[in-house]
């Protein structure tokens, strides 16, 4: 089974960094493409950005492209994802996730998912 924990969320002012990580255990971390999402109050769960079972490929929403970048080690089952330039409309909860299959990362369709950490960003 596999098992997703995110860290890194808190509050910052406009304009500065977080770094997101997410460490997975129960499965070969390798085998999993990985992805990041977000939910804001009153508002549905939304993509951020995705990354390949290899790391080799990316993808963002276009809403974060330029600001945040997704990375993984897979010699240490973490996946960050880097957030610069924050606004305050990047205020949410932001959840990990994961799945086995490849086409995750284009289909969005992940099955695992963390617990998500808070993020706020303050004007």
């Known amino acids: 089974q596999v098992q997703l924990v995110e860290s890194g969320g808190g509050l910052v002012q406009a304009g500065a960094s977080l770094r997101l990580s997410c460490v997975l255990s129960?499965?070969?971390?390798?085998?999993?493409?990985m992805g990041w999402f977000r939910q804001a109050p009153g508002k549905e769960r939304e993509f951020v950005a995705a990354?390949?079972?290899?790391?080799?490929?990316?993808y963002y929403a276009n809403s974060v492209k330029g600001r945040f970048t997704i990375s993984r080690d897979n010699a240490k089952n973490t996946s960050h994802l880097q957030m610069n330039s924050l606004k305050p409309e990047d205020t949410a909860v932001y959840y990990c996730?994961?799945?086995?299959?490849?086409?995750?990362?284009?289909?969005?369709?992940?099955?695992?998912w963390g617990q998500g950490t808070q993020v706020t960003i303050s004007s």
């Open positions: 996730a994961a799945d086995v299959e490849a086409t995750a990362v284009v289909t969005r369709a992940f099955r695992s």
């Open positions: 129960g499965r070969t971390f390798s085998m999993y493409a």
């Open positions: 990354i390949s079972r290899s790391g080799s490929s990316t």
